[in-house]
């Protein structure tokens, strides 16, 4: 039997969907929820999306493909990774790159709209989206990519079934309609906002080699209901002396970042064995040259955020 909440949130998809849409999957639990429920209810009328952006974790792709059969959905994967690259070159503000992102992603999704006829753009937004996106009487946090990062030019017209929900409730949707509840959140604008300083591709391929090493060793040294709600690797563009092998080094720095939290509003530095932090740390600068220092991030919610960026 459907919950009272899935019941909404099928309401909602009803309500709001008028006709064809695109579907904005990221492949995160957020977008994940509602391509499998508005499938379910409306496949005939979505074109769902999923686009690889280069900012991106290894293996994501494929994941994505993977939940797509899963679920039948009759998905499209595009490859628009050197768009997105190119447009982030020299661009070192988090806000603007935010802003980037988002505009790009929708002038794509607008590009496939006129192929299959759409008119609407179904998003995967919750409220910490909107709330941290400011607004009205609220301060800006940081704009996120799919509220405070949206052109004012758009030709799609936003339908939002998951606005009022929290990261919480989202995971309890999850676990209904069949997707994994412990799926890792991702950002929408993926690695971007979590290199600080200019997005490159030697950047990424460091970000993206350190962020494997992050989830998997803690995936495979913790069970799933003891792991932190959250857990990844951020690169930080700061260089410090060190020793590979018998010679100096001067090389990046890596923060890891894990927190507790319910609803993603506020949440609390984890606190992991320190033989685990140590093995993360080890294999890091062991398997990547250019890392010589790895740090970890002790800072509640607030005062920072989840994310650095």
Not at 258 to 273: E, H, I, K, L, Y
Request: aromatic letters at 6%.
């Amino acid at each position: 039997m459907a919950s009272k909440l899935y019941e909404e949130i099928i309401e909602n998809i009803k309500r709001g969907l008028k006709g064809k849409a695109i579907l904005a999957c990221s492949g995160g639990t957020d977008s994940s929820v509602l391509a499998v429920m508005s499938n379910r209810i409306a496949g005939d009328k979505i074109h769902t999306i999923f686009i690889d952006t280069g900012l991106i974790r290894k293996g994501e792709r494929e994941r994505v493909r993977e939940m797509f059969n899963k679920f039948g959905i009759k998905g499209k994967i595009i490859d628009a990774s050197e768009t997105f690259i190119k447009n982030l070159e020299n661009v070192t503000d988090p806000e603007t790159k935010r802003k980037i992102i988002g505009e790009t992603f929708i002038r794509i999704f607008e590009k496939e709209a006129i192929e299959s006829k759409a008119e609407f753009l179904l998003q995967g937004t919750i409220a910490p989206d909107w709330i941290e996106s400011g607004g009205k009487n609220r301060d800006v946090i940081k704009s996120h990519h799919n509220v405070g990062g949206l052109p004012e030019n758009m030709n799609l017209k936003l339908v939002e079934p998951l606005r009022d929900l929290y990261k919480d409730e989202v995971r309890q949707l999850s676990a209904e309609v069949g997707l994994d509840p412990y799926l890792q959140p991702f950002p929408g604008p993926g690695l971007a906002v979590r290199i600080l300083g200019e997005v490159t591709r030697e950047r990424l391929e460091i970000l993206k080699s350190a962020t494997e090493i992050v989830e998997k060793t803690i995936e495979s040294s913790m069970d799933r209901e003891k792991r932190p709600w959250q857990f990844f690797a951020i690169y930080l563009p700061i260089k410090t002396t060190g020793v590979h092998g018998d010679k100096r080094s001067y090389g990046a720095t890596i923060a890891i970042r894990c927190v507790d939290t319910s609803d993603a509003m506020s949440a609390n530095f984890s606190r992991p064995d320190w033989d685990l932090l140590e093995e993360i740390s080890t294999r890091i600068t062991n398997e990547l040259p250019e890392v010589n220092r790895v740090v970890y991030d002790v800072t509640n919610k607030p005062p920072g955020t989840i994310e650095w960026e």
